[in-house]
């Protein structure tokens, strides 16, 4: 495996909504620090001219980010453009021209996955596959047979070494903050396991709705959209064992054995639900059974983790917009009644804030011998001058280091637990917008209910109540 610095980077779908919000902005941040020094062509059909392309970049960052004038002047003349038809094989001889001699190109294909294989196709035709690198955006797949299919048409042209399956919220820091904290402190590992752990659940709510977006998401839902990714990724971060070596393989096996150690979902352990409203908007059939929220159980049947249960729930229209993981610890055999005690747990808040927390029981005030809950927290708002996500998975992408992508085993497991309840017409229950879900939720709700994060209107961290 190569892991010398691509020469060059292609852009296909460079005129497209995700380049304008994500895409510029971390090229330029990328240049900035000194991780970009090489040609960035840009391929689409929009019959532009470079010169638009280039005012098209400059107004992506004036509106997502700001824009740095020396920065930009340099990212302005690494900036090319290639104007054409994906089918088109003048598209790609054109693309040719512009890659001018590069040996180590990386294309990035953040375009539909249905475009993928023409593509492929066409970049073979023109000799632009030789020690390349490929970078393909999410989704990888719409269910397990798709994404099976999509594995095969890339293998058929690029080694597994060479292709990064990219998901933006891998190169978020808190999500890796996760695995830091747990192999780096060594009291976690004392009580990381069956023994205490009493349940560990995983939030991730949002209080808008489809923002416009509803033709997307009524093809999508929230199991695709982010538990079937994000949050299985999250899940794997927690639930993984230390790797024997920090390269991006030995990492990687970890995480595939945590996604191997689960079996596929089944009906009694999900609840999907859809916000009332969701059906006015623009895009979505009359009569979808989409699901804008999804809540489900899992276990992890590994030495470690067997008959520990995972929940985790994911929707659209919740009270806050929070990513927050509790793991609850089991209630000691003390002197104090039980029920006067809350179990000790470890919170992570991932966003908005930074925040890790331990809750545990202390003396009430009175003379009365009673317990009462207190946190005790370590939170930090991000930094201005910490990396993007995005410019994280780029550069790494194109640095060769696969660490922070899925490969192609993880993405098909991920599909395996999932796939089965995907393929049923399982049922929908309506919830009302502002809510915690449906209330039919209660069959997947962990010991001692749901703890509900809280989040303050300056986005600082307050401890969440059980619900």
Not at 235 to 242: T, Y
Not at 314 to 325: F, M
Request: aromatic content about 10%; some cysteine.
């Amino acid at each position: 495996m190569t892991t010398s610095h691509s020469d060059a980077l292609v852009f296909f779908g460079a005129t497209g909504d995700l380049a304008y919000k994500k895409i510029f902005p971390a090229l330029q941040a990328m240049l900035k620090r000194g991780h970009l020094n090489v040609p960035v062509i840009g391929v689409a059909k929009a019959d532009w001219t470079l010169d638009q392309f280039r005012t098209r970049a400059h107004d992506s960052l004036e509106k997502h980010g700001g824009v740095d004038a020396a920065a930009f002047e340099k990212l302005s003349s690494l900036l090319r453009y290639v104007d054409g038809d994906y089918g088109n094989p003048a598209t790609f001889r054109a693309l040719g021209k512009e890659l001018r001699g590069a040996q180590r190109p990386a294309h990035y294909l953040a375009i539909p996955p249905t475009m993928f294989e023409p593509v492929l196709e066409q970049l073979e035709h023109c000799d632009c596959t030789t020690a390349a690198r490929i970078i393909i955006e999410k989704p990888f797949g719409h269910d397990l047979p798709s994404a099976q299919h999509l594995n095969r048409v890339i293998l058929r042209k690029f080694d597994e070494s060479a292709i990064f399956r990219i998901d933006h919220y891998l190169g978020k820091r808190p999500v890796n903050n996760v695995v830091a904290f747990r192999f780096a402190n060594t009291f976690m590992e004392a009580f990381w396991n069956r023994n205490y752990v009493e349940s560990v659940q995983i939030t991730m709510a949002e209080d808008f709705g489809v923002q416009g977006r509803g033709a997307f998401y009524d093809q999508t839902g929230t199991i695709r959209d982010v538990i079937q990714n994000h949050l299985l990724q999250i899940l794997c971060n927690l639930a993984m064992e230390a790797p024997v070596r920090l390269d991006s393989e030995s990492i990687r096996d970890e995480k595939v054995k945590v996604l191997k150690a689960i079996q596929a979902l089944e009906e009694t352990n999900l609840v999907r639900g859809q916000f009332r409203g969701y059906l006015q908007e623009k895009g979505v059939a009359q009569e979808s059974k989409m699901e804008t929220f999804a809540a489900l159980r899992l276990e992890v049947d590994s030495w470690r983790w067997q008959g520990v249960p995972f929940y985790i729930r994911a929707g659209k229209c919740l009270p806050v917009t929070c990513t927050e993981i509790v793991c609850r610890l089991r209630k000691p055999p003390t002197f104090i009644p039980a029920e006067l005690l809350n179990s000790n747990y470890l919170r992570f808040r991932i966003s908005p804030d930074v925040a890790i927390a331990m809750g545990m029981t202390v003396l009430a005030a009175g003379d009365r011998l009673a317990g009462q809950s207190a946190e005790m927290i370590a939170s930090r708002q991000p930094n201005a001058e910490e990396m993007d996500a995005y410019e994280r998975v780029l550069g790494d992408a194109m640095a060769g280091d696969a660490t922070l992508f899925a490969r192609e085993d993880y993405v098909e497991e991920a599909w395996r637990i999932v796939d089965p309840l995907l393929q049923k017409a399982t049922p929908v229950y309506p919830y009302e917008p502002n809510s915690w879900g449906p209330n039919e939720m209660e069959r997947v709700t962990p010991p001692g209910g749901w703890q509900n994060p809280v989040v303050a209107h300056e986005n600082s961290a307050v401890t969440g109540q059980a619900a």
